[in-house]
């Protein structure tokens, strides 16, 4: 069955992708490895144009609020990827995302709110290529404070 365009996809559902995050650090946005393989740095929730989520989950953020965050975690992913590839229908699977949550110490929702981001690839990609496996983590704090970062591993046609 040959796939949908992703970027007809993002269309129909009026998804922009974002520019390319500013990189927080001394690190390269997606690494290539092997011929077919490309390592995704993490990606936190700012989107760059003053829309992002700070806070902890099970205090200062619902569920509902995480979700946006890993939604827009993935849509910097698929904006550090594009420019990578140059064309997001290159890619064949994801192969395993590893999402990071900023929460309370009695919060234990963390896949909840990273199916926000999972939902995402799942939608523009089908579930065959869009449904990695995956792993969500609970964590005390991230960086600036912000409420999700994800990583991800991604196979290339």
């Known amino acids: 069955m040959m796939m949908k365009d992703v970027y007809e996809i993002l269309k129909e559902k009026g998804i922009t992708l974002p520019q390319p995050p500013a990189k927080g650090g001394v690190y390269t946005p997606v690494q290539e490895f092997g011929d077919k ?4 740095s993490g990606c936190g929730p700012d ?3 003053g829309n992002t989520v700070v806070g902890k989950l099970g205090k200062d953020l619902t569920v509902e609020e ?13 904006a550090n990827l594009n420019d990578k590839t140059g064309d997001l229908n290159r ?12 929460s309370a110490d009695d919060f234990g929702m963390q896949p909840q ?3 926000g981001g999972s939902n995402l690839i799942a939608e523009l990609f089908g579930e065959e290529a869009g449904l990695p496996a995956r792993s969500a983590i ?4 991230l960086p600036g404070g912000i409420a999700c970062e994800i990583e991800a591993l991604v196979e290339l046609k």
């Open 47 to 49: 989107l760059g144009n």
């Open 113 to 115: 709110v990273v199916n």
């Open 91 to 102: 890619i064949k699977r994801f192969v395993k995302v590893l999402a990071f949550v900023n």
């Open 37 to 40: 393989f490309l390592y995704c």
């Open 138 to 141: 609970g964590t005390n704090a």
């Open 66 to 78: 995480g979700q946006r965050a890993a939604y827009n975690c993935m849509l910097n992913l698929l």
